[in-house]
């Protein structure tokens, strides 16, 4: 199984920024997906981004498009979420998941990681 963990979650002011990691351990992986998602105080857990290495296969939520940016080293098997002008609303616990190509959902979640944003 795949066991994710992920860092660089805090406290940061708006229009700051952060750059959260994910580190994936198990087997060496040749077609997997690697996302993170956020859930808000209150609020339903959502979509961020996702990348995959099966050509520039990179999504992005429209809320974060232009301010966020995937990337990752696939032979390390990290990813990696660098968040510029944050804003109030990124406020939420950011989890990295792990799906395999085949896979309908992402079968695999780190424990998350506590972002605030404060005005």
């Known amino acids: 199984q795949v066991q994710l963990v992920e860092s660089g979650g805090g406290l940061v002011q708006a229009g700051g920024s952060l750059r959260l990691s994910c580190a994936a351990s198990?087997?060496?992986?040749?077609?997997?997906?690697m996302a993170w998602f956020r859930q808000a105080p209150g609020k339903e857990r959502v979509f961020v981004s996702s990348i995959n290495w099966d050509g520039g296969g990179i999504l992005y939520a429209n809320s974060v498009k232009g301010r966020f940016t995937i990337s990752g080293d696939n032979a390390k098997n990290m990813v990696y979420l660098q968040m510029n002008m944050l804003k109030p609303e990124d406020t939420a616990v950011y989890y990295c998941?792990?799906?395999?190509?085949?896979?309908?959902?992402?079968?695999?979640w780190g424990r998350g990681t506590q972002v605030t944003v404060s005005s």
């Open positions: 998941a792990f799906r395999r190509g085949f896979e309908r959902d992402y079968s695999s």
């Open positions: 198990g087997r060496t992986f040749s077609n997997y997906y």
